[in-house]
Nanobody, 129 residues
Framework: QVQLAESGGGLAQAGGSLRLACLFSGGAFNRYTMGWFRQAPGKEREFVAA????????YYQDSVKGRFTISRDNAANTVYLQMNSLEYEDTAVYYCAADRRATVQRMGVPGNIAAMDYWGKGTLVTVSS
């Protein structure tokens, strides 16, 4: 059974940086498109970024373009989210997701969020203003 475990969340100041990691286990990591999503208090879960199986294609939500970078290390079964220039509005629980069929663009479609194959339990990112 595939399991995803996020780490790296915590408290950061506005303008600061954090790096999230998601460790994939129980399956063939390099067969999955991987994504990061987030859910702020009182809001719906939303797409942040996605990366294809090889790392050659990425896709971002407009609000994080130029500030966040998604990457993956298939040898380490890990996907990362480097978050720079953090803003108060980035405060949320960040979730890692895996899907074998989705393209990076399809991961960004709100209606597809519920259809992801696997989810992690999330890691909290708090940005102080």
């Amino acid at each position: 059974q595939v399991q995803l475990a996020e780490s790296g969340g915590g408290l950061a100041q506005a303008g600061g940086s954090l790096r999230l990691a998601c460790l994939f286990s129980g399956g063939a990591f390099n067969r999955y498109t991987m994504g990061w999503f987030r859910q702020a208090p009182g809001k719906e879960r939303e797409f942040v970024a996605a990366i294809n199986w090889s790392g050659s294609s990425t896709y971002y939500q407009d609000s994080v373009k130029g500030r966040f970078t998604i990457s993956r290390d298939n040898a380490a079964n890990t996907v990362y989210l480097q978050m720079n220039s953090l803003e108060y509005e980035d405060t949320a629980v960040y979730y890692c997701a895996a899907d074998r069929r989705a393209t990076v663009q399809r991961m960004g479609v709100p209606g597809n969020i519920a259809a992801m194959d696997y989810w992690g339990k999330g890691t909290l990112v708090t940005v102080s203003s």
